[in-house]
């Protein structure tokens, strides 16, 4: 069925509201601007491929059409790209964080850097932040019918894919800061250790113990309890040193001091990977 | 499903976002393509010109710093020193957070001396650090 052009345009104001939540953090961060111009032509190009390898994941495990086929999946995270990239240019140019007197290399970096996570705010906006009406018909990531045949293997690729999805989301905003470095460097040992075991109580807290929308209460044993706060919590660490070589936090330091930043940086990550990915699931 | 009857599936609106999207994502991919084969890696190479601003109040010169490099200069610290009679008369320094790879970035500096006509403006150190 063709969709109408205005339940088009209501998605896409959906997608770009949602683009600007998760984004603005970041619009508004002048490491971020930096990092537009510092990253080297690999990085970028890095970040465009993992940014349209989570969307594909997004909007085949939790995106809008329940019905979406592989090509369907594809169009709409082409659409959301085009979509941020529009978003980022627009905003920065409203800022004023480009000019047409800046060189080509450099407002490219800018908008290339911003709109990956625009697009992924604007993928989950326009999937999450909808409310079923008559013209929604086939719409339907929140109802989660067609998830009941999934088997445990799909099963554990959405939680991993939305979990990737919800620790970039979360720790994108504070990943380029300073601060980072700064807690890392100045942070004691013991710190550390407690901000491993308070990422890890804060899972499990948001997984099992506080009936978080589309949290797991009953029937879960103890070891694939400790099997999914493990696999966010690796993942938050696995985003985060991602983050951290994409900003350049990892040249010239220590293997001790990349860790600690890992550590530091992984706490809003689990926070993303356990409530974010419930949150974005919409379930 | 044919290709065909998937594409049937979208309005205008949103072949035209995707038609978009495709020249968005090919355009920045090849961009950055091109750039990751052309860049040698050569470090920050600045480039500094000034101009009397004869229309400024005071005794203004326009500087500009070009980045000619293949990489970012960051920190980047330039000391001008200006010359009257064969001495330093005043010094001043720009510092800039960065000069991003082929851009330029314009200030402006003001002395307070008496302009003469045989002063120089020399530029008598440069630093900067490589991100």
Known sequence: ?283 | MSKEKEKSKHNILEKISFAFGIIVLVALVSYLLFQFTERNGHPPQLVITTAYQPKMKNYTFKVEVENKGDQTAEQANIQLDLYQNGEIAESGSINMNYVPVKSKETSWIVFYVEPKPNDSLVISSVTFVQP
């Open chain 1, 1 to 283: 069925m063709v969709h109408t052009i205005k339940r088009t345009l209501k998605e896409y104001g959906r997608g770009i509201i949602g683009g600007l939540i998760f984004s603005l953090p970041l619009i508004y961060t002048m490491e971020v601007w930096w990092a537009g111009f510092i990253a080297p032509p690999g990085y970028l190009l890095s970040a465009i491929l993992v940014t349209f390898l989570l969307l594909l994941g997004y909007n085949r495990y939790a995106g809008m059409r329940k019905d979406s086929t592989f090509w369907e999946v594809c169009w709409d995270s082409v659409e959301e790209i085009g979509l941020a990239f529009i978003v980022s240019f627009l905003f920065l140019l409203l800022i004023d964080r480009i000019n047409f007197e800046m060189s080509l290399d450099e407002i490219a970096g800018k908008v290339i850097v911003e709109s990956m996570i625009v697009a992924i705010g604007i993928s989950i906006g326009t999937a999450q932040l909808g409310q079923n009406d008559d013209d929604d018909d086939d719409d339907s990531g929140m109802d989660g019918d067609s998830k009941e045949g999934e088997n445990a293997e799909n099963g554990l690729i959405k939680t991993m894919i939305l979990s990737i999805c919800g620790a970039v989301l979360f720790a994108s905003s504070v990943a380029p800061t300073e601060e980072i470095l700064m807690i890392a460097v100045e942070a004691q040992t013991a710190h550390l250790l407690l901000m491993v075991f308070l990422s890890l109580i804060l899972s499990s807290i948001i997984l099992y113990f506080s009936d978080f929308k589309g949290s797991k209460t009953k029937d879960i044993g103890i070891k694939k309890m400790i099997l999914h706060i493990s696999i966010g919590y690796v993942i938050a660490l696995a985003v985060s040193f991602a983050f951290l070589l994409f900003f350049g936090r990892t040249d010239g330091n220590s293997f001790e001091i990349v860790l600690a930043q890992m550590i530091v940086l992984a706490l809003p990550g689990t926070i993303g990977a356990s409530a974010g990915r419930l949150l974005i699931d919409g379930k």
